[in-house]
Each structure stands twice: as C-alpha cells, then as structure tokens.
C-alpha cells in the first residue's frame, strides 16, 4: 500500500494541470508580496510549448488584467517575436515572481525590483510550470529571470549568446535582456538591443527544434 509521502508525490506539479496550479497560485501567500498586489498574474500559454519564457514580475497593466506581458515591455516583446520569426504560440510566458512589487509616488504605482527571498519564495511556481509544460529550451529575461531560473545571480553580458546546460532536469537555458532595458535604453543604443534580442531568441528557438541543442 503507498504511504502518505507517496501519495502526496503522486499529486506533485507534474500531475497537475496548468489550471490547476494557477488556481493554486491565486492563494499564494509565500511571501508579502500578494498583500499590496491585485492578484496573482500566473503563466499563460499551452502545455507542451517548446519555448517557456521568464520576465521579472507582472507590471501596473499585468496586475490589473491578471496576464503577462500585456503592457508595454510585453508589446515590444510581441514585436521582437515577430522581428524574429517566432510565434507566440510556441511559447509560454510566465515571471519568476508572480505578484507585482510597487511603491506609491502620488498617483502612481512605482515597480519594485523584486529581492532575493521573494524570488526564491516564488520559484516553487515556476517549478512547478516547467514540469508541466515541459520545455525544451527556458529564455531568462534579464537578471532576476536568470536568478530565479539558474538559481544564483549572472552577469547577462557574460553568459548570453549560448545554450546554457546547468538545470538539473532536460532543459537548455538563454540568458538574455529583457525588453523593458530596450524601452529604457538611448535612441542610439535601442536598434541595437532590439536586434540582439531578436538574435538571442532566434537562438533559443533554434536550440528548442533541435535535438544537440546545447551548445555552453
Ligand atoms: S510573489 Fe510568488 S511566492 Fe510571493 S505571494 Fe506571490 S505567488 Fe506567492
């Protein structure tokens, strides 16, 4: 007869549906940041996507819809996908923390760049996210992205352009920016970020159809 430990096993994130773990997740109190938020912003896209992508935290405009990469960081992302011959389709999307983290200045909900306890405290979802989409390839959108999904801190200059191999389930990871650095850079240096994100995903997207996908 199974004992208890392997029935609770049995009912692990790989058992659950998509569904099921963001009407989890809406209870979610693992940390304070579901206190100041609107609700839990989950991971949209279908089971099974070869390309799962990870951005920091819900913005003001994800908050308030209860979806990512809805505003503006999210339509440039939308845009570069298509520069890059992706399609949304084949991804799922999702934050390393899934409530949004802000302060007040006047009117104004002001993000806030999540801290170490708070990602780590939310990495129980994105675990539970990859085993049920089962990935071939994991984008990181910048340094808490990559933080969350390697599980220590990165220099994104040093590690993006390669298929990373250090997850401890089969996966290949791409560390590169998010697309909210390419809505804050210069005019001069915004064509250009554009570009090398459109190459990293391109990359990653390649990585994802082929089976020797790792290349770092
Ligand atoms: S940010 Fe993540 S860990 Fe913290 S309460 Fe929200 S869902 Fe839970």
Known sequence: ??????KVRATSSARRSLAQLAAEAAGCTACDLYRDATQTVFGAGPQGAPMLVVGEQPGDIEDQAGEPFVGPAGRLF?????EAGIDRSDLYVTNAVKHFKW??????RIHQKPNASEIVACHRWLDAELDV????????????????VLGHPVTIREVRGKVLDELDRDVG???TIHPSAVLRADDADRRAMRTSLADDLRLAMAAARTTGRRTG
């Open 78 to 82: 939308d845009e570069i996908l298509e």
């Open 133 to 148: 989409v089962q990935p071939r390839v994991v984008v990181a959108l910048g340094a808490t992205a990559a933080r969350s």
């Open 103 to 108: 302060v007040a200045r006047g009117k104004r």
């Open 173 to 175: 990871v791409v560390v």
């Open 1 to 6: 007869m199974a004992d208890v430990s392997s």
